[in-house]
């Protein structure tokens, strides 16, 4: 005859298993996609950008380089943001060291989309790019001179990097040239940006 056996299981340390929960609650997780010919940029020479933006966030980012999709992972709600962030600038044509100043508390990204302002017209959406930009560039330089703001005209969007006043008045600048505003009367707009700015 068999004796009656016990079943011995270890105490629950409610603290070692909150712990537990804690981590894995605070794990956050998300997949975007860049284009695909901003992914050497986004990795940087020999994975140098990459390994910036994860060490200065506290990011893990993983990177498909034949479809542009990535995994992102961190545990500080705002260094993730500020992770994000700044890999979407980069994918929406920023150079890495103007995105890396989205680090900043009071820098922030705006994005433009062309399609929602001007339909899927694709000769339109150049023609207007090409208003934003200015020969040689000169508009755009322009803008970001007078508005303290970085900005970039990639694909099918306009973005903005600075503080909110400058983000602001570079996107109304920007908005008149795409309803047609005239370069001068841009440009006059521009000047009195600059002027409040400075006050």
Avoid: C
């Avoid at 990459?50 to 060490?55: A, F, G, L, P, Y």
């Avoid at 040689?136 to 973005?159: A, L, P, Q």
């Avoid at 440009?187 to 700015?197: A, R």
Wanted: proline share 2%; glycine share 8%; hydrophobic share 35%.
């Amino acid at each position: 005859m068999f004796s009656n056996s016990k079943v011995i299981s270890a105490p629950i340390n409610p603290v070692f298993n909150w712990l537990i929960f804690e981590k894995q609650l605070m794990l956050m997780q998300e997949y975007l996609k860049i284009p695909k010919d901003r992914i050497a940029v986004l990795i940087g020479k020999n994975g140098e950008t990459k390994t910036t933006i994860e060490k200065d966030t506290q990011t893990k980012i993983g990177v498909d380089s034949q479809t542009g999709e990535l995994d992102v992972e961190g545990k500080n709600a705002l260094n993730f943001y500020i992770s994000l962030n700044i890999i979407k600038a980069i994918g929406r044509g920023f150079s890495p060291e103007h995105a890396l100043t989205l680090k900043q508390d009071d820098y922030f990204l705006e994005i433009i989309d062309l399609k929602e302002k001007l339909g899927k017209n694709e000769k339109l959406i150049q023609q207007k790019k090409g208003r934003v930009i200015g020969k040689n560039g000169k508009t755009r330089k322009e803008i970001e001179e007078k508005t303290d703001t970085f900005v970039s005209v990639y694909g099918k969007t306009i973005s903005i990097i600075g503080k909110h006043e400058g983000i602001e008045k570079a996107r109304n600048v920007i908005e008149m040239l795409l309803e047609g505003a005239s370069h001068s009367t841009a440009e006059s707009v521009l000047f009195k940006k600059e002027k409040e700015l400075e006050i």
